[in-house]
């Protein structure tokens, strides 16, 4: 069993492809909603065309640079005449979890990691054995910091 913490893009696409090589996959996510609360601004490269389909509804918006804007009100151009996309991130979420349980991996919702305990995880609502666990759960990674 594989078990992912993180059912964002890179958790939801690595379950599929996991699945799609028939191993038994678990995606956790420790929201009740896919997508949500936001947690990206969702812009990509259209580099990801070479991974998922991209479909319109996901597009809010193509550009060719940005202002990045730091809190202290520093700011850095980028400029260039590559495109890329400004993806509805909840949209983009909702149809990789949706392609990943296509493939039969099992979605757990609302589970909030706290720990790993000798191949054992430990979640706020119990505990699962896994042989391998990845860590999806983004910068500031749970599973990261407690293996």
Do not use: W
């Amino acid at each position: 069993m594989i078990s992912i913490v993180g059912a964002g893009p890179v958790g939801a696409y690595l379950a599929r492809k996991l699945a799609n090589e028939g191993e038994d996959v678990r995606l956790f996510e420790e929201h009740p909603n896919i997508g949500r609360p936001v947690q990206c601004a969702g812009i990509v490269s259209k580099n990801i065309k070479n991974f998922v389909r991209i479909d319109k509804e996901f597009v809010l918006n193509t550009i060719h640079g940005a202002r990045i804007y730091s809190p202290n009100g520093e700011c850095f151009e980028i400029k260039g005449n590559k495109e890329a996309y400004i993806l509805d991130r909840a949209k983009f979420d909702n149809y990789l979890v949706e392609k990943a349980l296509d493939e039969s991996v099992e979605l757990y919702l609302g589970y909030k990691f706290l720990s790993r305990e000798k191949g054992n995880l430990i979640f706020d609502h119990g505990g699962f054995k896994t042989d391998i666990l990845v860590g999806a759960d983004g910068p500031l990674s749970p599973v990261a910091k407690n293996t």
